[in-house]
């Protein structure tokens, strides 16, 4: 659809998906051409020329994440959010996906590494931002969303929800090869909130977000 912010919006093209659906969506802040698509499995599915018709990129396979969360957990992609050349997907697990577009093409960013092991003992995969228990114990992370615009050192916020544990938490650093959970908040059942955050020497004071 195109303009939706003025007086009628209309269809400028359509796309099938056979029998698959798309739980999350997110359409690119820059440029407005591509974006992406949870199917709640394993796939992230790119899509580009989204104002005229609509074509598929490769699918982002994501079932090497399976563990994440728990051992013999599944990866189930249910939401994405975007911004130029980086984006973000939650697996209803305990951290979040980094994805990458090089040359027009969308790929999981190895660059991004994560220390220690999955809970099946294994090392976490390039491209997984691992969140540590210390920070906050929420393992099913399903919503996230990028902040619009820079921080003052060129890195973006990501915002991440578990609506399952209640919890909230932030992500500094996105886009980069060292993104990392800077805090998390907590809602109890009595209606209050608890907040927590991560030691200072995993941010720099500049990066650092308020209210945590």
């Not at 699918?59 to 994405?80: H, K, L, M, T």
């Not at 890195?155 to 609506?163: A, E, F, K, M, N």
Request: glycine share 12%; proline share 5%; aromatic share 6%.
């Amino acid at each position: 659809m195109k303009g939706v912010s003025g007086r009628k919006a209309h269809q400028t093209a359509f796309l099938d998906l056979s029998g698959s659906r798309a739980a999350a969506t997110a359409v690119n802040r820059v440029g407005g051409d591509d974006g992406l698509l949870c199917d709640t499995g394993e796939n992230v599915v790119p899509v580009r020329t989204i104002r005229t018709g609509i074509q598929l990129s490769p699918v982002i396979d994501a079932s090497q994440f399976d563990d994440e969360g728990g051992d013999g957990f599944s990866f189930a992609c249910s939401g994405v959010a975007m911004h130029g050349t980086f984006a973000l997907v939650t697996g209803d697990s305990q951290g979040l996906l980094q994805l990458r577009r090089r040359h027009g093409v969308w790929k999981i960013d190895r660059r991004v590494q994560s220390s220690g092991v999955d809970d099946a003992g294994d090392p976490h995969q390039p491209g997984w931002i691992n969140f540590r228990e210390s920070v906050t114990p929420a393992t099913t992370f399903d919503t996230v969303a990028i902040a619009p615009k820079p921080m003052r050192n060129g890195r973006y916020l990501g915002l991440t929800v578990d609506h399952t544990h209640r919890t909230v938490a932030v992500v500094s650093g996105v886009a980069s090869a060292t993104p990392r959970l800077v805090g998390a908040l907590r809602a109890r059942a009595s209606g209050t909130t608890r907040s927590t955050k991560a030691p200072a020497a995993w941010y720099s004071s500049r990066a650092r977000p308020t209210g945590f």
